[in-house]
C-alpha cells in the first residue's frame, strides 16, 4: 500500500487547487495578461508542486523506504537507490 493513502484526500485537495492555478494561467494567456504577472503565477504553481513533491516523498520516506530498510534485503537497497533517484529528478528540475 503505498505511503500516501493514509493522506489521500489532502494530497488530492493540494492537486486539485494546483490544477485551478494551472487553468488561471491558461486565463490569463487567453485574455493577454501581462507577462511578468503570467510568470509569477508560473512560479507559484510550480511552488506548489514542489511542496507538494517534497511531501509525497517525506511519507514515502517514512513509509515505504523505512520499512524496506527494515527488511534489510535486496528490496531494501532497490528502494533506496529508487528514492535517490526521485530526488535527483526532484533537484534537476
Same mark, same amino acid.
Given at each position: 500500500?503505498?505511503?500516501?493513502?493514509?493522506? =489521500?484526500?489532502?494530497? $488530492? =485537495? !493540494?492537486? !486539485? =487547487? %494546483?490544477? *485551478? +492555478? @494551472?487553468?488561471? $494561467?491558461?486565463?490569463? @494567456?487567453?485574455?493577454?495578461?501581462?507577462?511578468?504577472? @503570467?510568470? &509569477?503565477?508560473? /512560479?507559484?504553481? &510550480?511552488?506548489?508542486? +514542489? /511542496?507538494? #513533491?517534497?511531501?509525497? $516523498?517525506?511519507?514515502?520516506?517514512? *513509509?515505504?523506504?523505512?520499512?524496506? #530498510? !527494515?527488511? *534489510?534485503?535486496?528490496?531494501?537497497?532497490?528502494? @533506496?537507490?529508487? #528514492? #535517490?533517484?526521485?530526488?535527483? =529528478? $526532484? %533537484? !534537476? /528540475?
Amino acid at each position: 500500500m503505498p505511503s500516501y493513502t493514509d493522506n =489521500r484526500e489532502a494530497h $488530492l =485537495r !493540494r492537486l !486539485r =487547487r %494546483v490544477e *485551478g +492555478q @494551472v487553468r488561471g $494561467l491558461q486565463r490569463m @494567456v487567453a485574455e493577454d495578461t501581462y507577462c511578468i504577472d @503570467v510568470l &509569477t503565477q508560473v /512560479s507559484a504553481a &510550480t511552488r506548489a508542486l +514542489q /511542496s507538494f #513533491a517534497l511531501e509525497l $516523498l517525506t511519507e514515502h520516506m517514512s *513509509g515505504c523506504l523505512v520499512d524496506a #530498510a !527494515r527488511a *534489510g534485503d535486496e528490496e531494501g537497497e532497490a528502494k @533506496v537507490q529508487e #528514492a #535517490a533517484a526521485a530526488i535527483a =529528478r $526532484l %533537484v !534537476r /528540475s
